[in-house]
């Protein structure tokens, strides 16, 4: 061999050396990539805004202390525009093109539905931050918690049974009437566990009637509704046609009050029915900023500071989801998949915003529910009701 081609071969092995250990350098010092897929665009993008924000300020927080593991965390922020289809593109997107080590986000039970099943076929951590139907960790096949599907919220039986208690008990309501949103999984499931508590507990659903996100006019039920003279109206149902539900009922004369989940909170609320509309409504919800416990506080001014304004409950489950998931990498000491799971697997006394958080067997969280009133279009706190 001549010396010129020695010589050739030498500079190109000390190259592909270098290369090699650059490429090792670079491996060894990646962030953690961890994709955040929430509601952007759309009917709901209220919540999905809001949770994102909660989101965004954790791991600003959690970077700004040295991250996790000796790296930062990289977000990869994707907008599933609160529809079913387009959330199982984007958590597809995000695990198989940009390799997130996991995920959370979700406002919207069918599309946290959706999400879920993404992430259990390919076997990525999902923490859902509000998704409250039991589909979103239930392997409907094995009766059993998805294997990587976890969430930072309690789920609709306890939302349900705490909203049918508030009726009997607080509002004295017997006769109650039920508006569904038929094309929404969160509707229909808060509706079934509401009217089994609320029977159960010696209430009377006089009367159920039935629309579809995005219906403008709904006169026509309400009408039916009026006739049957019900002591309260129990409405699940998303903000923008929970708005127009209401100031049409008012119209109408129907004075009995509202109530609902915590779907309805969001700003736009207010402006869509009006503050005196929504007069002697309340609604269930996953937190209050009135909550005084250390991490809510810290919270709250964090928040302010870094969005000028007042956090809501979404934004607080967009932040106590992120922090979950990264509380189990921590844990984990990991990013592998199945380690990251089993840790938030045994996730106890998490300090969430609302206080101390455990996830269960079917890996949704053990955490307190708050009752919210609307007066003159103000959210004024009402109580706190622990687990059941």
Not at 2 to 31: E, P, T
Not at 213 to 240: M, R, S
Not at 308 to 324: E, N, R, V, W
Not at 351 to 360: A, E, H, I, Q, R
Request: with cysteine; glycine share 8%.
């Amino acid at each position: 061999m001549s010396k010129r081609v020695l010589r050739l071969v030498s500079v190109l092995a000390v190259v592909l050396v270098a290369g090699l250990i650059a490429g090792c350098g670079d491996s060894a010092s990646k962030d953690i990539k961890i994709g955040v897929v929430y509601e952007l665009t759309g009917n709901t993008a209220s919540f999905g805004t809001a949770a994102a924000n909660g989101a965004k300020l954790a791991f600003k927080e959690i970077n700004a202390k040295g991250g996790v593991l000796g790296k930062q965390i990289q977000t990869v922020i994707a907008d599933n525009k609160g529809e079913p289809a387009e959330s199982t593109n984007a958590m597809t997107k995000v695990i198989s093109q940009d390799k997130v080590v996991a995920v959370t986000g979700f406002t919207v039970s069918s599309c946290g539905i959706a999400g879920a099943t993404v992430a259990e076929a390919n076997k990525i951590p999902f923490v859902a931050a509000a998704t409250t139907n039991y589909r979103v960790t239930l392997n409907e096949q094995t009766g059993k918690a998805k294997d990587y599907v976890f969430r930072a919220c309690f789920i609709d039986p306890f939302q349900g049974t705490v909203g049918a208690n508030f009726a009997l008990n607080s509002l004295k309501a017997k006769k109650a009437a039920v508006l569904i949103d038929s094309s929404s999984d969160y509707s229909k499931g808060m509706s079934q566990f509401f009217k089994e508590a609320y029977t159960k507990g010696g209430g009377q659903i006089v009367i159920e009637e039935a629309y579809l996100q995005k219906d403008q006019d709904f006169k026509a039920i309400l009408t039916k509704i009026k006739a049957q003279n019900p002591d309260v109206l129990y409405l699940p149902g998303y903000y923008e046609e929970v708005g127009k539900i209401i100031k049409q009922a008012r119209e109408l004369g129907i004075t009995a009050p509202f109530l609902g989940g915590d779907a309805w909170d969001s700003p736009k609320l207010v402006e869509i029915g009006g503050p005196e509309a929504l007069n002697n409504t309340h609604f269930t919800n996953f937190y209050s900023v009135e909550d005084t416990n250390p991490v809510s506080k810290a919270f709250v001014e964090a928040y302010k500071k870094e969005f000028g304004q007042m956090p809501d409950s979404m934004s607080a489950m967009g932040y106590d989801a992120a922090y979950l998931l990264v509380d189990a990498i921590r844990r984990a000491n990991s990013t592998e998949a199945d380690k990251i799971r089993d840790a938030l697997a045994a996730t106890k006394n998490f300090k969430s915003v609302s206080g101390d958080m455990s996830l269960t067997p079917t890996h949704d969280a053990i955490r307190s529910a708050v009752i919210i009133e609307l007066k003159d279009g103000k959210q004024v706190y009402k109580e706190t009701v622990k687990p059941l």
